[in-house]
Every structure is written in C-alpha cells, then in structure tokens.
C-alpha cells in the first residue's frame, strides 16, 4: 500500500547522516543504511555501545575514540549525541543534508522522547541547523523492519523533492507490521504516560542493594491526535518537536510568585 507520499527521482544526490542509540551492530540501523542506500552518500556514525536512554548528553569529562567497523560504518566511544556532534562538527568534509537516527528498537512515543538517545541524535543534528528524523519501530520484537526502513526512505525522499523551508525535527513512529498492512501517516502530538513503575532492587553476591529502573508507566493521554493512538490502531505517527521548554502559560503566575509584577 501506499501511505501517501508520490515518489520522484532526487535532483541531486543528497549527504545522509546516519546514528542511533542501539549501537553501530543493530539490525535497525543496517535495514536504515540499506533503504536509503540509493538516495544519495550516506555517512554512519554510532555509537559503539548500546546507549539507549542517554537523552541529550554529551561527553565532556574525557576524550571519544573514533573507530571504523569492518563493515565501514564508524563507531564512537560515546553518546548518540556526541556522534551527530562529532560527525558535524569535526568528521564530515560537508555538513549533511539531513540527519536520520533508527531504526530503534521499540518505540519513541509521548514522555519516552525525553530519554531516547535516538530523538536525542536527531536533536543534535537540529540544533547544529540540519533538518533531522528520528524513526522507530513500535515493538519491541523487532519482525519488521523493513517497513519502517520503507517508511524512511519515503519521508527522506519527499524531504529531497519538497524540502521545508525552516529547520523541523520529526520523530517517527512505525507499527511492527508488515508494509501493506499500514493504513497510512497521521500527524500526532505527544502523547503522555503515567508514572514509571517502581525501581527493582536485587543484592549482587556481596550482599549490596542493586537497583534497576523500573519499567514505563501505561499510557495516560493516549486519545486520538496522539501518536500512542496513531500507533495503536495501524498507522506511522509523525510528529513534529520542538526544543522550547519554556512553560508560557506559567511565565505570569512565576512573576507574581516572585513579586516582580507592578
């Protein structure tokens, strides 16, 4: 099936950084370099060890290695985000035309995009002023990548043909199914989780308390509109995101707390 993009030839090869949270040997990030393999040069920089939940950070108290895989991929001894960072802004001749971070593993949806080292790859790549998709499948199984490997290579050759006329950041979500079974694109909002579920404590075998993060709550705001619902019910959520985490609607009630209203 189609999900609603028409697809022409790119005019002019396009450069294609590649990144994610998983690690340079994921699956998901081999089924991406292989979807986009024909749309122009593409470029992987990842990490070299699964980083799954590193949000923004970036390595600032020692030195990265950069290394190169047998299979010509390079790797970095740090976050997602330092991989886009370093690519940009000390590996690449030319900064890339656009930033792709996946495919994850499970999916990146509502307060999830807070933590993902994979929205945070294609956050970095936002910020230093290059348009950027974050691209997800929505289990954790992990049948069908090649649909979301699809979906990608959709989205980054309607970028080519129609590219946007300010910088934007997409964060996509696709369902684990087969590509004809998708029932098409809707743009979503974030939607929201519950609480996370308490902490597991375990005692290694020198009797200390071992603590794991628990698991994430149920989703909370998942109604239509959302990209929980989007997913849920058949379609690929893509939502555009922002970095602006000023809370508008609290600026006056702060300035009243404060007393620095006359």
């Given at each position: 099936?189609?999900?609603?993009?028409?697809?022409?030839?790119?005019?002019?090869?396009?450069?294609?950084?590649?990144?994610?949270?998983?690690?340079?040997?994921?699956?998901?990030?081999?089924?991406?370099?292989?979807?986009?393999?024909?749309?122009?040069?593409?470029?992987?920089?990842?990490?070299?060890l699964n980083r799954s939940g590193a949000s923004n950070s970036l390595t600032l108290d020692r030195p990265m290695h950069l290394r190169r895989a047998s299979n010509g991929y390079m790797y970095v001894s740090g976050t997602p985000s330092d991989c886009v960072h370093l690519a940009v802004t000390g590996v690449l001749d030319h900064q890339p035309d656009m930033v792709v971070s996946g495919i994850n593993l499970g999916a990146n949806m509502g307060d999830d995009t807070i933590y993902s080292g994979t929205v945070a790859a294609a956050t970095e790549g936002y910020l230093l002023g290059v348009p950027s998709i974050s691209i997800s499948l929505g289990s954790f199984e992990g049948r069908h990548f090649a649909t979301a490997g699809r979906v990608a290579r959709e989205l980054v050759q309607r970028f080519s043909d129609t590219p946007f006329a300010e910088p934007i950041l997409l964060n996509v979500n696709v369902p684990d199914v087969p590509y004809e079974e998708l029932r098409g694109i809707q743009v979503t909002r974030l939607g929201r989780r519950h609480k996370a579920e308490p902490a597991v404590k375990s005692v290694s075998p020198r009797g200390e308390t071992l603590y794991w993060i628990g698991a994430a709550g149920p989703a909370a705001d998942?109604?239509?509109?959302?990209?929980?619902?989007?997913?849920?019910?058949?379609?690929?959520?893509?939502?555009?995101?922002?970095?602006?985490?000023?809370?508008?609607?609290?600026?006056?009630?702060?300035?009243?707390?404060?007393?620095?209203?006359?």
């Open positions: 099936m189609s999900v609603g993009f028409q697809i022409f030839p790119a005019l002019t090869p396009m450069r294609i950084l590649l990144s994610n949270d998983d690690g340079y040997f994921a699956p998901g990030l081999a089924q991406l370099a292989t979807s986009l393999a024909d749309l122009g040069e593409i470029m992987v920089v990842a990490p070299e998942a109604g239509e509109g959302t990209d929980f619902h989007a997913v849920e019910h058949g379609w690929v959520s893509v939502t555009p995101l922002q970095i602006d985490l000023t809370h508008a609607a609290q600026l006056a009630g702060v300035r009243s707390w404060l007393k620095l209203d006359k």
